[in-house]
Nanobody, 116 residues
Framework: QVHLVESGGGLVQPGGSLRLSCAASGLTLSTYAMSWYRQPPGKERDLVARITSAGGSTNYADSVKGRFTISRGNANNTVYLQMNSLKPEDTAVYYC?????????WGQGIQVTVSS
């Protein structure tokens, strides 16, 4: 059975940093394209960052370019999202996603709140 478990969220002041982790079991992350999505209160879920299965290519939402970095820890079957210079508008529930062909798996989500 596949499980994706996010961790590392919480409350942070504007300008601060957080690192989200997505730990996988039941699948080998290195064979999946991995993404982070987020869903602010009352809004739709949108793509934040994506990294290819080979890890050679990444892409980001315009709103986070230069501030967020997605990376893989294939040795420990984990994907990370380093978030710097956080803004109040980054407040959302963040979700990890694994995709291979027509297979999609989601984590349960983790809250990130940016507030003074």
């Amino acid at each position: 059975q596949v499980h994706l478990v996010e961790s590392g969220g919480g409350l942070v002041q504007p300008g601060g940093s957080l690192r989200l982790s997505c730990a996988a079991s039941g699948l080998t992350l290195s064979t999946y394209a991995m993404s982070w999505y987020r869903q602010p209160p009352g809004k739709e879920r949108d793509l934040v960052a994506r990294i290819t299965s080979a890890g050679g290519s990444t892409n980001y939402a315009d709103s986070v370019k230069g501030r967020f970095t997605i990376s893989r820890g294939n040795a420990n079957n984990t994907v990370y999202l380093q978030m710097n210079s956080l803004k109040p508008e980054d407040t959302a529930v963040y979700y990890c996603n694994a995709r291979y062909a027509n297979l999609h798996y989601w984590g349960q989500g983790i809250q990130v709140t940016v507030s003074s």
